[in-house]
């Protein structure tokens, strides 16, 4: 069964750094592109950035180019966010995603349960 | 502001039909695939239709997709309560170099 879990989700200061970790099973993990994406509450999805198979190509969304990094595992499968100069409105539950392709088309076939990140002092 | 453009919501009877639209731009929804998901509050989104029209195994024939330019539609027949839900088209924007959503629509089976 295809799973993915995602940790690392705390309460954290504006301008603090915090790193999300995505643990993948059940699928061949280096076969596809994987992407994060959050969800402030009451709001809805936000794709934040992705990466495919080779961690060749990595792409942002502009309100987290610079401060967020994308990276992967493929010996581990597992997933990670760099988040960096965190502020108030980066606060949302992240979701861990599998892309149907390897080449990041964006058509998101899994999504995990996500993980909670609160910016506030 | 969603770059994709979705009604915030619409309604009807149970065992009727609704379709849900999703307006986008030529650097969006005219150059690549749609795909539409269902997410039920409080739970993680849930893959729907893929490459605008297909339908991932678990899916039930009452949901279709369709594209035309610009533009993508979600259809739903034959609606039950449990298909009460947000649902939010989805595609890769050429210009931006980035994965768009809509802003999501609420659907109400009355």
């Known amino acids: 069964e295809l799973q993915l879990v995602e940790s690392g989700g705390v309460l954290v200061q504006p301008g603090r750094s915090l790193r999300l970790s995505c643990a993948a099973s059940g699928f061949t993990f280096d076969d596809y592109a994987m992407h994060w994406v959050r969800q402030a509450p009451g709001k809805g999805l936000e794709w934040v950035s992705g990466i495919n198979w080779t961690s060749g190509r990595r792409q942002y969304a502009d309100s987290v180019k610079g401060r967020f990094t994308i990276s992967r595992d493929n010996a581990k499968n597992s997933l990670y966010l760099q988040m960096n100069s965190l502020r108030a409105e980066d606060t949302a539950l992240y979701y861990c995603?599998?892309?149907?392709?390897?080449?990041?088309?964006?058509?998101?076939?899994?999504w995990g349960q996500g993980t909670l990140v609160t910016v506030s002092s | 502001q969603s770059v994709l453009t979705q009604p915030p919501s619409v309604s009807a009877a149970p065992g009727q039909k609704v379709t849900i639209s999703c307006s986008g731009s030529?650097?969006?929804?005219?150059?690549?695939?749609v795909s539409w998901y269902q997410q039920v509050p409080g739970t993680a989104p849930k893959f729907l239709i893929y490459d605008n029209n297909k339908r991932p195994s678990g899916t039930p024939d009452r949901f279709s997709g369709s594209k035309s330019g610009t533009s993508a539609t979600l259809g739903i027949t034959g609606l039950q309560t449990g298909d009460e839900a947000d649902y939010y088209c989805g595609t890769w924007d050429s210009s931006l170099s980035a994965v768009v959503f809509g802003g999501g629509t609420k659907l109400t089976v009355l």
């Open positions: 030529s650097s969006n929804i005219g150059k690549n695939y």
């Open positions: 995603a599998k892309d149907i392709y390897g080449g990041a088309s964006g058509e998101i076939d899994s």
